[in-house]
């Protein structure tokens, strides 16, 4: 069974920067995409970063500039490195990963980002 963990999260102040990691774990079949989204209560999960097996990657407008997402592929690892942080970036993390035609999920993990 797939697993996915993230780690991470916490609270940091405008302008800061927080480094999200997440693993992957359960599979011995080749992950073809990670990505990173995120959600705030009453809103819609929204894409944030996603990156191929090649390495190919995509952000959401918001936060081009200040995120990147980078992966191990030897590790089934994918990482959100966030800089320049500010309060509309507060929000629950989830990593996927998508193996075949299935995506998988995390539990996600808390940033905060205090003003």
């Known amino acids: 069974q797939v697993r996915m963990v993230e780690s991470g999260g916490g609270l940091v102040q405008a302008g800061g920067s927080l480094r999200l990691s997440c693993a992957a774990s359960g599979t011995s079949l080749s992950i073809n995409a990670m990505g990173w989204y995120r959600q705030t209560p009453g809103k819609q999960r929204e894409m944030v970063a996603g990156i191929t097996s090649g390495g190919n990657t995509n952000y959401a407008d918001s936060v081009k500039g200040r995120f990147t997402i980078f992966r191990d592929v030897s590790k089934n690892m994918v990482y959100l490195q966030m800089n320049s942080l500010k309060p509309e970036d507060t929000a629950n993390y989830y990593c996927?990963?998508?193996?075949?035609?299935?995506?998988?999920w995390g539990q996600g993990t808390q940033v905060t980002v205090s003003s």
């Open positions: 996927n990963a998508t193996i075949g035609s299935s995506r998988f």
